[in-house]
């Protein structure tokens, strides 16, 4: 397996420290002590402390997307039928969760969220666009579903999709809170129940 590049290196190692006690107790000479890199190293790839706050929230919308292009690629194997497509989606999201034995490390756009005030306009912009994103994914999804299934109550498709990234998030951070790796899943499982039930016509 390759190394990562040193500027790879210098994300990892922000990511986890950022994961762990936010954007603004984490310093630059901290990242750069323990990436063994010079400060003028840091610079090289990263003008400043936005700079990298941007990068890092770019790359975590592409690996999330990567994530779910892949789980919805198998779902999409596994059913012909819209609805069934999405609740095989979600539990698979709810197993992949559950596999990650000492829980979600965190979402680095929430934690962005919590501290905006902290960074410039381009990498609030970066984080409005990963959440939207999620919101964009799911309404499609929900459309696809309804076209088959009316919803046997009404709902806004935006409000509907937004539910899902509330549901993923809060359940990252009450797992986190209970000291209760397995939470996040089981919040997950509770969302495909009401999906389920949302557009699974009444006799």
Known sequence: MPRPSQREQIM???QESILAKGFDATSIEEIVAAADVTRSGFFYHFADKNALA??????????????????????????????????????????????????????????????DRLFNQAVRDANRRAVLGWRQRFREMFEQIAEKY??????????????VSTVVEGGIVMAKALGEPRMTAGQILLLRQYVKLLFTPRD
């Open 12 to 14: 990892d190692i922000a």
């Open 54 to 115: 941007l990068a890092l929230i770019e790359r975590h919308i592409e690996i999330e997307d990567q994530i779910f292009d892949n789980l919805w690629a198998r779902a999409w194997e596994l059913s012909d039928d819209p609805l069934q497509r999405v609740l095989i989606g979600f539990k698979l999201l709810a197993e992949l969760l559950e596999d990650m034995q000492t829980g979600h490390p965190g979402c680095l756009v929430a934690t962005a969220a919590y501290q």
């Open 150 to 163: 009316p919803p046997q109550d009404e709902v806004g498709f935006d409000a509907l999709a937004d539910f």
